[in-house]
């Protein structure tokens, strides 16, 4: 579990696996930069059940602020074989958390514990190039822009270009500085 001054980042447990798909699934809630393809359940529950969404190059954490109220999802992964360091991604659940500073705070969080628990030099994101929110988001946190990725993506039935961010490990804060203890 990593506190921060005002979010919580912890591992998931089965008991959060309905309620986080649920708020993950509603179409309404989720914005328009996720797309609008459903995650289904019973794959992912099979997966949570083997590892917990933990493993060595790719893993999941729910976000909560101190009243344990789930606010989104935190995760890296490796993006290519033979890139090095990570990818993050994220999401917040419902519009009204949004802009508040979570993702903001989450960023900060997984980027510094990443670069601690982790060998690496580099993370990046990989934002919608319209995505307005996740860039000030990256760029609060210290990403630096790289270049724009032309028809990368597939989001609701047509190709976007989509950005990419950086971070290296000199440039984040130390995980001890964000944390609330």
């Not at 979010?7 to 998931?12: A, D, G, M, N, V």
């Not at 602020?65 to 033979?82: A, E, S, Y």
């Not at 980027?111 to 319209?130: C, D, N, T």
């Amino acid at each position: 579990m990593i506190e921060g001054r005002n979010i919580i980042l912890r591992p998931f447990r089965e008991d959060d696996i309905g309620t986080c798909f649920d708020l993950a699934n509603n179409l309404k809630e989720r914005g328009e930069f996720l797309g609008r393809r459903l995650l289904a359940i019973p794959p992912e529950k099979k997966k949570f059940q083997e590892n917990g969404w933990w493993e060595e190059h790719e893993g999941r954490l729910l976000i909560t602020d101190k009243q344990h109220r789930r606010l989104g999802m935190i995760g890296f992964f490796k993006n290519r074989r033979f890139d090095e360091g990570y990818e993050i991604g994220y999401g917040i659940f419902r519009g009204e958390d949004r802009g508040q500073g979570v993702g903001t705070e989450a960023l900060r969080l997984m980027s510094a514990y990443l670069f601690e628990a982790k060998p690496i030099e580099r993370l990046q994101l990989v934002i919608g190039k319209s995505n307005i929110a996740s860039r000030r988001i990256a760029e609060k946190c210290g990403y630096q822009f790289e270049g724009t990725m032309r028809k990368q993506g597939f989001i609701n039935g047509e190709y976007i270009d989509q950005v990419m961010y950086s971070l290296l490990r000199s440039e984040c804060p130390r995980l001890a500085e964000l944390t609330s203890t």
